[in-house]
C-alpha cells in the first residue's frame, strides 16, 4: 500500500534536518537506554541520528531498506570496528545471519509508523534477539495530531497507548514501560501539521526547540502529563 500525496525525496529532507537535532536526538536515546545490552540492532538506522550515541557497545548493528542510508551509515561509522551497517528488508530476507550475532537489545526510532503491518515488523524485530533481549522503541503518538506532516513522512498511524501495547504483546513482547513525552511538540505538531498544513518543519522552529529541550526534559520528569508528540515503549522477549 502507497501512501498518496507524498515525495520520498521529502523524507530524505526531513533526516536531514533532525540530524542537527542533538538535544532531540539524545533525548530519545536516554529514553530507551535502560532495556539496552552490549549487543545492540538498531532497526530503521537512517542516516544515523540517534545511532551516535550507541557507539560505546561491544557491538552495534544499523539495519535500513533504503540504500542511501546504508550508505551514508557505512561513510559515517564504518571505521569504528564494533560497527556494521546492513542493508536488509525484514519481511523479506533471511534473518540467521544476524541472529547469529546473539544480538541483546533491539531500538527503533520513529519507524514503526511507517510500516503497515506494524505487528509483523515487530514480531520479525522479536526473531533477532536473544532470549530476554530488550526493545526500545519511539513512535509517533495521538492519532488527533495526523496532518500534513504525517502525510509527508509517510505515516501510516499516530499511536495510542492502548493500542501500542496490544500490538507489542501480539507480537510477541513483555511491555514493561509506556508513556508519553515531548508535551510541547504536541502542541507545534498540531499547529503545524493540522492547521497550517506544513510539510515539514521549519527549520526555524527546529533550532528554537533545540534550545529549549533541556528545560522541556526537566520539566517533564517533575509533572509528567497524559500527552505528547511522542510514546516511548520499552518491551522485552520473554526468556
Known amino acids: 500500500m502507497e501512501l498518496s500525496g507524498v515525495n520520498a525525496e521529502e523524507t530524505f529532507v526531513i533526516q536531514e534536518i533532525l540530524g542537527d537535532a542533538h538535544n ?28 551516535k550515541f550507541l557507539l560505546d557497545r561491544e557491538l552495534v548493528v544499523s539495519l535500513d531498506v533504503e540504500p542511501r542510508y546504508v550508505e551514508s551509515l557505512r561513510e559515517r561509522f564504518g571505521s569504528h570496528p564494533n560497527y556494521e551497517a546492513v542493508l536488509c528488508d ?10 547469529a550475532r546473539r544480538l541483546d537489545s533491539a531500538t527503533s526510532f520513529n519507524v514503526i509508523e511507517h510500516v503497515e503491518d506494524d505487528v509483523r515488523f515487530l514480531s520479525r524485530i522479536r526473531e533477532l534477539l536473544t ?6 522503541i519511539v513512535v509517533p503518538a495521538m492519532q488527533v495530531l495526523y ?4 502525510r509527508t513522512d509517510r505515516h501510516f498511524r499516530r499511536y495510542g497507548k492502548k493500542e501500542l501495547r496490544e500490538k507489542l504483546e501480539r507480537a510477541g513482547f513483555v511491555v514493561e514501560d ?10 507545534g505538531w498540531f499547529v503545524n501539521g493540522r492547521i497550517l498544513k506544513r510539510r515539514i518543519i521549519p527549520s526555524g522552529q527546529m533550532g528554537f526547540y533545540e534550545r529549549i529541550i533541556p528545560w522541556m526534559r526537566r520539566l517533564e520528569r517533575v509533572a509528567p502529563l497524559p500527552f505528547g508528540q511522542s510514546l516511548v515503549a520499552l518491551a522485552r522477549k520473554p526468556r
Open 24 to 51: 532531540y536526538n539524545r533525548w530519545l536515546y536516554d529514553a530507551v537506554a535502560p532495556v539496552l545490552g552490549r549487543r545492540v540492532v538498531d532497526v530503521g538506522s537512517g542516516f544515523g541520528n540517534v545511532t
Open 178 to 187: 509506556l508513556r508519553f513525552i515531548n508535551r510541547l511538540g504536541a502542541f
Open 131 to 136: 532470549p530476554g533481549g530488550g526493545l526500545g
Open 90 to 99: 525484514l519481511f523479506e530476507d533471511d534473518l540467521a545471519p544476524l541472529v
Open 147 to 150: 496532518g500534513s506532516m504525517d
